[in-house]
């Protein structure tokens, strides 16, 4: 019986520390992670650096601990209002993890706005998005080569409102669902503002394929996502 108590109470402390090591690790890797992301803006200031890093080694640590407390098994099973189609695992996770109370969001944006411009702090949103903003707005150049310029302000408009909200995701699923929430936004206005989004899009499919068809042979079709 004694050896059992002890086995057992050994057992729990190397559980407990396993535990402790995979949060420390998480932890350093958040800390870096910040730290990189700041390192790319050259301050050259020692004091913003430092605050800079901790804001957003903070936020990163607030939004994987929120989604880590709040699983997609937290929101019922049920249906997409707006296309009548079963919530998936990832949209019950996106459900869960929106409700990331709003100071959050508002801490890391006043830390970042309270050493950086506009457009540094767009920099450290890329980071976190791995520049899906550029990447997208390319993507609609590409299927509408005449783009107006009051269409790509909007385009742009719904892309850079994607990058800040996508910063209280944890993963790149996630950031990406955000994304095509906005995307489908941008397709719809397109489509009441004169433009037919479908036709668009499938006359640049059929563009892509014909000049692979002509240089390799091969006949993919590019993803819509």
Do not use: C
Request: hydrophobic letters at 40%; glycine letters at 4%.
């Amino acid at each position: 019986m004694k050896i059992k108590i002890i086995f057992t109470i050994a057992l729990s402390a190397l559980l407990a520390l396993r535990l402790s090591a995979q949060t420390g690790d998480a932890v350093d890797a958040e800390q870096k992670r910040a730290a990189e992301w700041v390192a790319t803006l050259k301050l050259d200031d020692a004091a913003k650096t430092a605050r800079l890093t901790e804001t957003i080694a903070a936020h990163l640590k607030a939004v994987r601990n929120w989604h880590n407390e709040h699983s997609a098994t937290n929101v019922p099973a049920g249906i997409n209002p707006i296309t009548g189609k079963k919530l998936s695992e990832l949209d019950r996770q996106v459900i869960a993890d929106s409700t990331l109370p709003k100071s959050v969001h508002e801490k890391l944006l006043t830390g970042l706005r309270q050493d950086l411009s506009e457009e540094q702090v767009a920099a450290v949103l890329d980071k976190y998005t791995v520049g899906k903003v550029a990447f997208t707005l390319a993507g609609y150049h590409a299927i509408i080569p005449d783009l107006k310029p009051e269409e790509e302000e909007f385009i742009l408009l719904q892309l850079q409102q994607a990058r800040e909200e996508a910063m209280d995701y944890k993963n790149m699923k996630e950031i990406s669902t955000i994304f095509k929430i906005h995307k489908t936004q941008i397709e719809q206005w397109l489509n009441d503002h004169g433009r037919d989004w479908k036709k668009l899009y499938k006359d640049y499919t059929a563009t892509v394929i014909a000049k692979k068809k002509s240089s390799t042979g091969t006949n993919s079709v590019p993803a819509n996502d």
